[in-house]
């Protein structure tokens, strides 16, 4: 109850559009309510007013999800190399740049070893701050050698999604980061080796197409985004109506795409749940 | 600049020649073909001819799917419908006789006329589409027949009953299919290879392009509308994609490119079907006698080695 009553008395101190003309990152873009950063953290960045499900970075998602210091991260050395000398309005290497910088990432996946609930698994944990969490090369790497990683020491791969797609900038290179990793969850489960997918906001395009769906369980957070194609293309090229819940993960379950919607504050303990079953045999 | 495409394929070759045992037994084949593709090359193509060539691979009269399958196929029965939905009209599937053994086809299916587009969709393929392909997959594997797939499409259908019906899904279910498969496969871009729903059907053995096909991570309108908040720099945004077929080659995305008549595949029906159906029966020679386990490991293993990056040893790989 306390909480609630300082969230309103924060909301009366409305501090406004930031100058770039955004909401700041702590408003609920569902209820208005504004947040300090520790007070987002302790509830695991849901808003405690009205449950909207703010982004996570891959690290903190890790922190959430995995025993504590459990994870070992891999593969971290792993950049891209601006194959194709991509250049639109900015050349790709800044756009890069600007977005290690940013997230102190090397790529949009941090991959590792780690427990969560005790059970040993795989970590493969995508970062939507990282160029909208886009799969080119580093990402795909990433992913196969996740799959081989859990493969070889015997444990399940669990994956948290959160993409807007195939990244342009390395052109059809990114395309072939599909079935790329297709190959992977292929050779993960030839091996007997389970994948538990955590869809969060937003998955679309490429990595829904590819290693994302493919898992032996595949569950998203409320509200997340989950589409082939964004409500935004499929307006313009369609003039088509879309239903108001068009592609969120609500829709998804209902049409049959999803085997639950957990909330962010129940995940740790669902996924321990699943994991143990897939231990059990 | 010539310069480099023939560094860039001539490290393709001595790659070729140092790992044999990747390519199978059929490598010297494989290695003549890359010879005579770097004996052709010339000049890098410039934006202009970049944009030439997609105008080329969307060109109204050029041959589509059935086009081909009528010409290289002395037989052709049609498998319609995903046994759950519909039978979706942008993807065909079918049994077919080529060079005197039955093959599974499968193509996305543009139309000529007004009707035939409407009907087809554009050749933009519904969740059902490609759970028909799926049935045609499975059914090649049950019985033992070569799959042979005909990539030609803008992109899966970007509509509300499509997300609905799982798009997303459906093309990665189709992919995974084909991941298994044990019997050989050949895919040819052979006009448009739209991203996701061009890879639904493309995860092969060897993967064909026809000289003025595209193949690409996402249309250059769309990636013009993106990155330069502008669809009309599409030529643009085609030339930082590099779309093409000889970029493709040097990317070691495709394994080959298939010549078109002078002047384009549109020019000539009967000419394009016959230099298909020639690098169809080459590929598919590679391809024969090969166990079904070794093929399916070796297509998982062409795929897992696509990608450019670079990795700089962190302290907990390096050796303490």
């Known amino acids: 109850m306390a909480e609630r009553i300082d969230v309103s008395i924060e909301h009366r101190h409305d501090p406004g559009p930031e100058a770039n003309g955004k909401p700041p990152a702590n408003t609920c873009p569902s209820c208005g309510s504004h947040y300090r950063d520790d007070e987002l953290d302790r509830t695991l960045r849901v808003c405690p007013q009205c449950g909207h499900h703010f982004p996570v970075h891959a690290r903190a998602r890790i922190g959430q999800l995995a025993d504590e210091g459990s994870f070992t991260e891999e593969a971290s050395g792993l950049r891209s190399k601006d194959p194709l000398d991509f250049f639109d309005l900015r050349p790709y290497t800044e756009r890069i740049a600007e977005a290690e910088l940013a997230t102190g990432l090397g790529d949009a996946m941090v991959i590792g070893s780690g427990a969560i609930g005790g059970y040993d698994c795989e970590l493969a944990v995508m970062d939507f701050g990282f160029m909208g969490g886009s799969m080119g090369s580093v990402v795909g790497e990433k992913f196969a050698r996740a799959c081989e990683s859990a493969a070889e020491r015997g444990v399940p791969l669990v994956t948290v999604t959160a993409s807007g797609g195939a990244r342009m900038q390395e052109g059809i290179l990114s395309l072939m980061q599909l079935p790329k990793t297709v190959c992977a969850v292929a050779d993960l489960h030839d091996a007997g080796r389970p994948m538990v997918t955590v869809m969060a906001h937003p998955t679309t395009a490429g990595v829904l197409a590819s290693f994302a769906t493919l898992g032996d369980m595949t569950v998203a957070e409320p509200g997340a985004l989950l589409a082939f194609t964004g409500p935004r293309v499929v307006q313009q090229t369609t003039r088509e109506k879309l239903p108001d819940d068009f592609g969120l993960a609500e829709s998804n379950y209902r049409f049959g795409h999803l085997d639950a919607i957990v909330p962010r504050l129940e995940l740790r303990a669902y996924v321990t749940r699943v994991l143990m079953l897939f231990d059990g045999r | ?320």
């Open chain 2, 1 to 320: 600049m010539a310069a480099e495409d023939e560094i860039r394929l001539r490290e393709r070759l001595s790659k070729l020649r140092s790992l044999p045992l990747l390519r199978g037994a059929r490598i010297s084949g494989e290695l003549s073909k890359l010879q005579r593709q770097l004996d052709r090359i010339g000049a890098p193509l410039d934006e202009d001819e970049i944009w030439r060539s997609v105008k080329l691979a969307r060109h109204e009269e050029r041959p589509y799917a059935l086009d081909y399958i009528d010409r290289i196929c002395d037989d052709f029965v049609e498998i319609h419908g995903d046994r759950a939905r519909a039978d979706d009209l942008a993807l065909v599937a079918g049994l077919a006789r080529f060079e005197g053994r039955t093959v599974i086809v499968i193509g996305q299916q543009k139309g000529r006329d007004i009707a035939e587009r409407t009907r087809r969709n554009f050749g933009m393929a519904y969740p059902e589409g490609y759970r028909k392909a799926m049935r045609a997959m499975t059914l090649a594997e049950r019985h033992g027949f070569p799959l042979l797939t005909f990539v030609d499409t803008p992109g899966a259908y970007p509509g509300v009953a499509a997300e609905q019906h799982g798009q997303g899904g459906a093309i990665a279910a189709s992919q995974a299919i084909m991941a298994r498969l044990s019997v050989p496969i050949v895919s040819t871009i052979i006009g448009e290879g739209g991203s996701g729903g061009a890879i639904a059907i493309a995860l092969a053995d060897r993967v064909l392009m026809q000289e003025n096909a595209l193949y690409s991570v996402i249309s250059p309108e769309g990636c013009a509308a993106i990155l330069w908040r502008d669809a009309n720099e599409a030529p643009k945004a085609a030339a930082a994609l590099r779309p093409d077929a000889r970029h493709c080659l040097e990317l070691g995305v495709i394994d080959g490119i298939v010549e078109e008549p002078p002047g384009g595949a549109h020019t000539d029906h009967e000419a394009s079907a016959r230099l298909l159906a020639r690098a169809l029966s080459a590929a598919l020679g590679d391809l024969e006698g090969i166990p079904g386990d070794q093929l399916r490991r070796r297509r998982r293993e062409r795929f897992r080695r696509i990608g450019v990056f670079t990795e700089a040893l962190t302290p907990s790989a390096a050796p303490s």
